[in-house]
């Protein structure tokens, strides 16, 4: 090491005196917390639309890259805006030298997560570093956990009569109140991680996301976090949804009336994957099955086709769900997870819907074969055999009138 240079008393006296010049160069530009960001999405079109002759839609554009309309995204910005204002990292900021606006942030972070692209290759496109998406995204998923929640969340009395009104009409199936269905998302895990527990039936490492949906495929009520490779049966009886229902605290609301005057509680339907209970129907199971049965099967098919189109509908609109996610931090991923459901949700509070080339085009699990659960509940039977001999004396009914 170079040693300390002697500076004389005269020298010192002549650096006291001088005045210290500001380094502008230095200096970072300050955020407006007020002033609404216009500029990012013109410089992200001019840089990432298709060269085409034929000029596109602006706001199908937009739709394409981000999942939502402008509104629907001005809507989602106004519910982070707080948080991501609140403590800016000094490391989010843009090539001019700026921090971010809340508007490029949370376009930073739905493109992440509604392409399932790279870190690199988003931040490319906007024109920042790869830790800097890093930070946005989970900024933007803390954010939503903490402002968003009331987009999912159990109905109350009025909507689940909506609800029931909404089922009844598709398939015929009355006081019917939800969906229910799960769906893996596939992952690589290091080697210190793997276990057979998270190894599923295809031999991938997968995490399960269950959930119960509304009418309009709009999710009331899910879980995550748990093993791909475990049943889903055992999977719904983990959960925080099973345990109110089993208690009484859910499902509980006005008994409706059958054909032949029998009541009939409030209950879910789902696949052959879940056991048959009181407040959970599923299909009936067997080669030698009645007409009632088949008609049965058939009702009960296109209500739990409702939860088959959110699920596609979540995968294929975030498709970071869809793809096999690299080494993810079990721990964040159920934030991830929920967020893409809240975003999947908001989309349909507010009216919008998703473009058109985005849903999966198959089913959301294809390449998984539920394994069939053989418990039956003798009162969960006795509801399926009296809602089968009323979808038949409904039918009979509408051919005689």
């Given at each position: 090491m170079a040693p300390p240079k002697k500076i004389n008393k005269e020298s010192k006296k002549f650096q006291k005196g001088k005045k210290k010049k500001k380094n502008k160069n230095n200096t970072t530009a300050p955020v407006d917390n007020t002033a609404?960001?216009?500029?990012?999405?013109?410089?992200?079109?001019?840089?990432?639309?298709?060269v085409s002759d034929v000029l596109p839609d602006e706001e199908e554009e937009?739709?394409?890259?981000?999942?939502?309309?402008?509104?629907?995204?001005?809507?989602?910005?106004?519910?982070?805006?707080?948080?991501?204002?609140?403590?800016p990292p000094s490391g989010l900021i843009n090539i001019?030298?700026?921090?971010?606006?809340?508007?490029?942030?949370?376009?930073?972070?739905?493109?992440?997560?509604?392409?399932g692209e790279s870190q690199v290759s988003v931040g490319a496109s906007f024109g920042v570093g790869q830790s800097t998406v890093s930070q946005v995204t989970w900024r933007f998923i803390e954010a939503m956990e903490e402002r968003a929640t009331h987009h999912l969340k159990w109905p109350d009395s009025n909507q689940t009569q909506r609800i029931k009104s909404g089922f009844e009409a598709s398939s015929k199936l009355p006081n019917c109140c939800g969906a229910i269905d799960a769906t893996h998302i596939v992952m690589t895990l290091p080697a210190v991680e793997t276990s057979d527990?998270?190894?599923?039936?295809?031999?991938?490492?997968?995490?399960f996301v269950q959930g119960v949906v509304d009418s309009d495929s709009r999710f009331l009520d899910i879980v995550t976090g748990w093993p791909g490779g475990m049943p889903i049966s055992r999977l719904m009886k983990f959960s925080g949804f099973y345990k109110l229902c089993e208690s009484g605290e859910r499902l509980n609301g006005n008994v409706g009336l059958l054909s032949d005057g029998e009541d009939i509680r409030e209950y879910i339907v789902g696949g052959n994957s879940y056991p048959l209970l009181p407040w959970l129907i599923t299909p009936f199971i067997g080669d030698d099955l009645s007409d009632s049965m088949l008609e049965f099967n058939r009702a009960l098919e296109t209500a739990r086709s409702a939860a088959v189109k959110a699920f596609s509908?979540?995968?294929?609109?975030?498709?970071?769900?869809?793809?096999?996610?690299?080494?993810p931090d079990k721990r964040k991923l159920p934030s991830i997870i929920l967020v893409c459901c809240l975003l999947h949700n908001i989309i349909i509070d507010c009216g919008d819907k998703l473009h058109p080339d985005v849903g999966l085009s198959g089913h959301h699990d294809s390449d998984y074969k539920g394994v069939i659960c053989k418990q039956v509940d003798p009162v969960g039977n006795r509801i399926r055999e009296?809602?089968?001999k009323h979808l038949l004396i409904s039918k009979d009914k509408a051919l005689c009138s």
């Amino acid at each position: 090491m170079a040693p300390p240079k002697k500076i004389n008393k005269e020298s010192k006296k002549f650096q006291k005196g001088k005045k210290k010049k500001k380094n502008k160069n230095n200096t970072t530009a300050p955020v407006d917390n007020t002033a609404v960001d216009c500029e990012w999405w013109d410089i992200f079109w001019k840089k990432n639309s298709p060269v085409s002759d034929v000029l596109p839609d602006e706001e199908e554009e937009f739709k394409h890259f981000f999942r939502v309309s402008k509104s629907t995204f001005e809507y989602i910005c106004s519910l982070v805006k707080e948080n991501l204002i609140s403590r800016p990292p000094s490391g989010l900021i843009n090539i001019e030298g700026r921090l971010l606006s809340v508007e490029k942030q949370v376009a930073i972070a739905l493109r992440r997560l509604a392409s399932g692209e790279s870190q690199v290759s988003v931040g490319a496109s906007f024109g920042v570093g790869q830790s800097t998406v890093s930070q946005v995204t989970w900024r933007f998923i803390e954010a939503m956990e903490e402002r968003a929640t009331h987009h999912l969340k159990w109905p109350d009395s009025n909507q689940t009569q909506r609800i029931k009104s909404g089922f009844e009409a598709s398939s015929k199936l009355p006081n019917c109140c939800g969906a229910i269905d799960a769906t893996h998302i596939v992952m690589t895990l290091p080697a210190v991680e793997t276990s057979d527990d998270w190894c599923d039936q295809t031999n991938n490492y997968s995490m399960f996301v269950q959930g119960v949906v509304d009418s309009d495929s709009r999710f009331l009520d899910i879980v995550t976090g748990w093993p791909g490779g475990m049943p889903i049966s055992r999977l719904m009886k983990f959960s925080g949804f099973y345990k109110l229902c089993e208690s009484g605290e859910r499902l509980n609301g006005n008994v409706g009336l059958l054909s032949d005057g029998e009541d009939i509680r409030e209950y879910i339907v789902g696949g052959n994957s879940y056991p048959l209970l009181p407040w959970l129907i599923t299909p009936f199971i067997g080669d030698d099955l009645s007409d009632s049965m088949l008609e049965f099967n058939r009702a009960l098919e296109t209500a739990r086709s409702a939860a088959v189109k959110a699920f596609s509908e979540l995968k294929g609109g975030w498709r970071i769900l869809n793809k096999v996610m690299w080494r993810p931090d079990k721990r964040k991923l159920p934030s991830i997870i929920l967020v893409c459901c809240l975003l999947h949700n908001i989309i349909i509070d507010c009216g919008d819907k998703l473009h058109p080339d985005v849903g999966l085009s198959g089913h959301h699990d294809s390449d998984y074969k539920g394994v069939i659960c053989k418990q039956v509940d003798p009162v969960g039977n006795r509801i399926r055999e009296n809602l089968a001999k009323h979808l038949l004396i409904s039918k009979d009914k509408a051919l005689c009138s």
